[in-house]
């Protein structure tokens, strides 16, 4: 028995000497220099980050710690516990949606740069696209009741929109000059492809975010912004004519073939191979896109437009804005050098770069002329750009989530867009009451 | 001396205690108090509502009662076909045959490989061109039944029934394993007793094996049943969301709540009534066994 | 009479069922994997395009490239230190419980084990934020003892649990025998009970290493350091928000399973081996 404990105490001891050793080692990194640490998602942006941190370390004797947390969904829960345990970095992202974003800085988190950004008349924030720093402003008098300011840093900026494989127009007899321009064009299309044993139109419409998008832009084209903002205000219910041929253009895709089968079980990343290896027409996608298509198929031809119209009322929207912005921690010690830091690395010389290696558009306007054509293509349409972090209002979540499921549901054949929008209404209308 | 043994005792359950108590209950009181509560997981208030959230899931969240039916029925496929095969293989595996080492090593393929992996390439398997290679599809028509044919994954009826036909194939390595480990501590003189009493192999398997494997059957049975909460990853692997609710389980509904519509609270009360359904489920099951031995 | 042919014939027919049964299962098991193996040496442009499951030209640059690029080094010492520690810990603290809830009497044994089976069934969903909150309290954020910690408690009702249901079927006869010897509760776990559930200890042991060994959205979040973080992190650098490197991601993957076969393979013996010999060492 003695024994036995001998055997177990050295086996705990080792166990427990392990324990303490291990953050040990750890703790002397370098305290002596400046640092500063950045959190974010972007996984595939590390090398660049890195390569620009040491650049800047050179230049000015900062160590800039970029620290990569992926996937995404892990990332946000990581910066929002961190919130609550006030370990937030000196800069970090933040992903998730406006309302979201307006507690953080209700709760003291991110650092209001509108100062920073005015000084030397507006040079700093002049070197933008505004609709990149729309996504991180609050107006005065938002909705949010947020301070009104500027709360982050674009990095780059996205769009979504169509793109079309050339090559398979030209297989069809089409003249890959000419995209189709109308909805009704679009749908024409249907039964051309069906008969050449191609698919139509891919998107990533298993993870629903996308089938908003999508949904967005036709009502931005049929209704106008106005009575988009109005319906999420709720002065007019998601049962009116307009919406019901908003949803109902799903129906239209559906039935003419356009979607490809099994668009609603399909994450982006399927519909980007079927794209990518030429067996889908169309494909409705951000920006980002440049990148993988050229990862997986360097040969590929494609044009981009915006989706085709479906009315003549109003003009086509597309999603687009700043495709990621860095956040400073108010709390943070660093924040002066934090902010310098993000200035260095928003110039046009760094912008130029990081969009170079990683076809991304740059946030920073005055280096546009220096990117791919088919990434100026996706930049040119930045004027179409809207999105939901610049309405200033915004809609339940749970509404959304039950308009793209309903617009799944007639994808699928399951509910007619009448039955999808009375039920999202009547949704709607219990978030409503439950405010008041 | 008789406090000093009982103290003893407390002894060897002492560590688990206290990593149980600092680990799992400070941290559950904490869930469970944030049901009562609406909050979005970022600002430093909260606004009591007492029993609302609980209310709203009850009454008010169709979605959640559909995803708690479809996670019933994985579970039901997962408990008998998966079972039901786990425990056919680790019974011929128990047994004198050729090549049971290599069986062995491959059933447990399955349960190791990522969750990535096993909806890539059963999604390319099951798909039709050009997303996949049809196989099911093509040995349908191959077997002369062509009507059959359809998008397993894609068709609202048959989407949920692949879905958990797949996990069962993912999990039944763990039960073939819990089988095995379950048979192994049979001692074998009980079969060679019976053998000689004159008992064929039926019988010893009904008279010695089954009633020896009870208790092994409800383990397996419960861990079966906590496995369908981990059905969610291949389910975003395979359909890469819920399907318009046709495969969602609960937690899929629970970390949207969590994280896409910010309502901490919320998914936390979702939380504690899927724990309370969970308990119900695995304490018939612990009653039912109970009946099973003594009957 | 049937003649021994007869009954030869029929063992035959019942093999051959059987094997034919057993193969068809593993084919269902080995092709994933196989296909894992093939695709990571294939390239990215080849690896959808190029239908064949093996590759014309065999990259074998991508295990390099995964290894460096994920700097799979430094994760892989963590991994391997993380579960090791975490099972060596489940493995004592869940089989002294194990044995006391199956064999020892105290007041309130019922509701305790109570306690821990239901732990093992209420999800909690925002144990992630409860843990960071708590292990900052604590002082362990941030240090791999408190992710130790955390991980050996989510293996430990389980654990209990299995580990309760095999020692509740072992036969008391050798502790009888063993405590007339002299031993004392804590020899006999040591010397008789532990021995007698290798094979269940086998299960417990791949059960949570496997566990351990996939774990990353929680070392995710309570690690700020690169220091700390286990392999899985890096597999994630392949699979990014956009651009997924399909072969290099393939390629780590296959290098994480491979430990976890060696651990089966070295753990299968013990479930197969099973009690008789136990017994006689014991």
């Keep these: 028995m003695r024994r036995l404990l001998f055997k177990f105490s050295i086996l705990f001891s080792v166990f427990c000497f392990l324990f303490s050793a291990l953050p040990g080692c750890a703790k002397k990194e370098g305290m002596a220099k400046k640092t500063i640490t950045v959190w974010h998602w972007m996984t595939d942006r590390e090398p660049a980050f890195q390569e620009l941190a040491s650049r800047y370390e050179a230049e000015t004797g900062i160590k800039i710690n970029f620290e990569l947390y992926a996937p995404s969904d892990a990332y946000s829960q990581k910066v929002r516990a961190a919130a609550q345990g006030a370990n937030l970095p000196d800069v970090f992202g933040i992903l998730d949606t406006k309302k979201d974003f307006a507690s953080f800085v209700k709760a003291g988190y991110v650092l209001n740069l509108a100062s920073y950004m005015q000084e030397n008349n507006n040079s700093w924030k002049n070197s933008f696209f505004d609709k990149a720093l729309a996504v991180s402003e609050f107006s005065e008098g938002n909705s949010y009741g947020v301070l009104p300011g500027i709360y982050g840093v674009p990095i780059d900026i996205m769009t979504i929109q169509m793109v079309y494989n050339k090559n398979l127009f030209k297989q069809l007899g089409l003249d890959s000059k000419k995209p189709p321009s109308t909805f009704q064009e679009l749908i024409d299309m249907g039964k051309l492809i069906k008969s050449a044993h191609l698919v139509g139109m891919v998107s990533g419409w298993g993870e629903v975010w996308m089938i908003d998008c999508f949904a967005n832009n036709y009502a931005f084209n049929i209704m106008g912004k106005d009575k988009v903002i109005a319906t999420i205000k709720g002065l007019v219910p998601y049962t009116d004519p307009d919406w019901i041929k908003v949803l109902g253009l799903f129906k239209d895709m559906q039935d003419a073939g356009i979607l490809s089968d099994g668009m609603i079980a399909m994450v982006n990343k399927t519909a980007e191979q079927l794209f990518a290896t030429e067996k889908s027409v169309f494909a409705f996608n951000g920006s980002w896109c440049v990148n993988v298509y050229k990862g997986m198929n360097p040969d590929l031809d494609y044009g981009v ?17 700043a495709g990621s912005s860095f956040m400073v921690n108010a709390k943070s010690e660093n924040k002066e050098e934090a902010v310098k830091f993000l200035r260095w690395f928003t110039n046009s010389n760094q912008q130029a770069y990081l969009s170079e290696v990683t076809n991304n558009l740059p946030a920073n306007k005055e280096c546009l002329n220096k990117i791919p054509e088919v990434l100026a293509q996706f930049a040119k349409s930045i004027e179409y750009a809207t999105h939901p972090n610049v309405w200033d209002v915004s809609e339940f979540p749970t509404v959304i989530e039950a308009l793209d499921k309903g617009i799944q549901s007639i994808i699928i054949g399951e509910k007619t867009p009448q039955q999808v929008a009375f039920e999202v209404q009547k949704i709607k209308e219990r978030e409503l009451a439950k405010k008041r | ?70 996670a019933g029925f994985i579970t039901f496929i997962a408990l008998t076909l998966q079972n039901a095969l786990a425990f056919l293989l680790a019974w011929a595996c128990d047994r004198q045959i050729r090549l049971k080492n290599f069986y062995r090593l491959i059933f447990f393929i399955p349960p190791i490989l990522s969750e990535l992996v096993v909806g890539m390439v059963w999604g390319f398997i099951i798909r039709d061109n050009p997303q996949g290679a049809g196989l099911i599809n093509r040995g349908l028509v191959a077997l002369g039944l062509p009507n059959l044919v359809r998008g397993w994954l894609s068709d609202k009826s048959t989407v949920l029934t692949t879905v958990a036909l797949i996990h069962s194939w993912k999990g039944f390595g763990w039960g073939f394993l819990i089988f095995l480990a379950g048979l192994q501590t049979i001692p074998r003189e009980l079969y060679e007793a019976a053998k000689v009493d004159g008992a064929n192999a039926w019988q010893s398997f009904t008279k010695i094996t089954i009633p020896l494997m009870v208790p092994v059957v409800v383990l397996a049975a419960i861990l079966t049943v906590l496995g369908t909460m981990q059905a969610f990853v291949l389910i975003i692997g395979l359909v890469g969301g819920e399907f318009a609710g046709h495969a969602s389980v609960p937690v899929l509904r629970i970390l949207a709540s969590m994280r896409y519509s910010s309502r901490f609270g919320y998914a936390c009360s979702q939380g504690i009534i899927f724990g309370v359904i969970l308990i119900v489920v695995s304490f018939m099951q612990y009653r039912f066994s109970k009946k099973a031995r003594q009957g | 009479m049937k003649s021994p042919i007869y009954y030869k014939t029929k063992k035959i027919t019942l093999n051959v069922l059987i094997h034919l049964f057993l193969i068809s299962v593993a084919v269902s098991c080995l092709f994933p994997l196989v296909w894992m193996i093939f695709a990571s040496f294939k390239t990215q442009d080849t690896i959808f395009k190029d239908a064949a499951l093996i590759p014309k030209v065999f990259h ?71 843990l960071y909150i708590l292990l900052n309290k604590l002082h362990l954020r941030n240090t791999p003892a408190g992710y130790i910690l955390c991980m ?66 929680l070392a995710l979040i309570i690690f700020d350091s690169k220091g700390f973080m286990p392999l899985q992190v890096a597999l994630q650098t392949f699979q990014g928000e956009f651009v997924t490197n399909y072969p290099l991601l393939m390629a780590g993957l296959t290098i994480t399973v491979l430990p976890i076969v060696l651990v089966y393979l070295f753990m299968q013996k013990y479930i197969i081996k099973g009690v008789m010999q136990g017994a006689v060492v014991g």
């Excluded at chain 3, 010492?77 to 579960?83: D, E, Q, V």
């Design chain 3, 60 to 130: 074998f640059e991508n295990y390099y490239l995964a290894w460096v690029k994920g700097g799979f080094g430094r994760y892989f010492l963590n991994s391997i230190f993380y579960t090791v520690s975490v099972v060596i810990g489940i493995v004592i603290i869940s089989s002294l419980a194990a044995y006391a809830f199956s064999r020892l009497q105290f007041p309130g044994k019922n509701l305790l084990f109570v306690m821990f089976l239901v732990a093992m069934m209420i999800p909690i969903p925002g144990s992630f934020v409860a």
């Design chain 1, 305 to 321: 437009i915006l989706p085709p119209k479906a009315s003549e009322n109003f003009p086509m929207a597309i999603w687009g804005g």
């Design chain 2, 1 to 70: 001396m008789r406090l000093k043994s009982t103290l003893e005792n407390y002894l060897f359950i002492l560590p688990a205690v206290v990593i149980f108590f600092i680990f799992y209950v400070i941290p559950f009181l904490w869930v469970f108090q944030l049901g009562f509560y609406n909050w979005d997981g970022i600002l430093p208030t909260k606004t009591f509502v007492g029993l609302g959230n609980f209310k709203d899931i009850i009454f008010n969240d169709p979605s959640w009662w559909r995803s708690i039916r479809n």
């Design chain 3, 152 to 217: 050996i408690n989510v293996g430990l009702s389980t654990s209990i649990f299995l580990l309760k249901t095999f020692f509740d079927k072992m036969p008391k006869e050798l502790e009888d025998a063993a405590r007339i010897d002299g031993c004392t509760k804590f020899g006999i776990w040591w010397h008789v009970a532990l021995p007698l559930s290798k094979p269940v200890l086998a299960v417990v042991v791949i059960f949570n290493a496997l566990n351990v060994w996939n774990e990353y959205i």
